[in-house]
C-alpha cells in the first residue's frame, strides 16, 4: 500500500507481476514500470502536470539521461517547449526521503547540463518550485505552480 500524498489523486493502473511485483502504468512512457516509493510521487506528479497544469504529456521526458562531469544521470522528469529547448526539471524523491540541501544541490547539478529556468523538488508531501534569476545567479522560490501556458509564454513574447 503506498501511502497518501499532497498532489491529486487519479485512476491509477496498477498490476501485480507473477513474482508478486506491482507495477503502475506511466503513460509518458506508454508502458507499465516497477512501483517503487519514487515512481508513486513520480506518477502522481505526472498527473498533476498533465491534468491540472496544462502541461502536454508529448512534451515531458521522464528519466531523461544526461551526462555531467562525465557521469551519466537520470533526471526524473524534463518539461521542453514546443521548441524542443528544455524549461523544467523535476527531480522526485520517495515520500519517506526528507527533502534536503543535498537533494536541491543534485537537482542543481543537473541543472549545469540541462540549463532549464524552473527547478522542482517534490516527495509527493512536500513542493518546491523555483525559478532562475539569471541577473543574480541565483533562485527564486515561487509560492503558486505555474500552467504550461505561463511557463511558455514567457520565454516566447
Not at 514500470?33 to 498533465?50: S, Y
Not at 508531501?125 to 522560490?141: A, L, T, V
Request: aromatic share 12%; net charge neutral.
Amino acid at each position: 500500500m503506498m501511502p497518501r500524498l499532497k498532489l491529486p489523486e487519479y485512476p491509477e493502473r496498477i498490476r501485480e507481476k507473477q513474482n508478486g511485483k506491482q507495477e503502475i502504468f506511466d503513460p509518458v512512457r506508454k508502458k507499465f514500470v516497477r512501483l517503487t516509493p519514487e515512481e508513486w510521487v513520480r506518477q502522481h506528479f505526472i498527473n498533476f502536470l498533465v491534468n491540472h497544469h496544462g502541461y502536454p504529456a508529448s512534451l515531458l521526458h521522464v528519466e531523461a539521461t544526461l551526462t555531467y562531469n562525465h557521469l551519466t544521470k537520470r533526471s526524473d522528469i524534463v518539461i521542453y517547449g514546443r521548441e524542443g529547448k528544455p524549461l523544467m526539471a523535476v527531480e522526485c524523491k520517495a515520500p519517506s526521503v526528507e527533502i534536503t540541501q543535498k537533494a536541491f544541490d543534485q537537482l542543481a547539478m543537473y541543472n549545469f547540463t540541462l540549463k532549464v529556468s524552473y527547478l522542482v523538488l517534490t516527495n509527493g508531501i512536500q513542493h518546491y518550485i523555483c525559478r532562475m534569476d539569471p541577473e543574480k545567479g541565483s533562485y527564486i522560490f515561487l509560492e503558486e505552480f505555474p500552467a504550461y501556458n505561463e511557463l511558455h509564454e514567457q520565454f516566447h513574447d
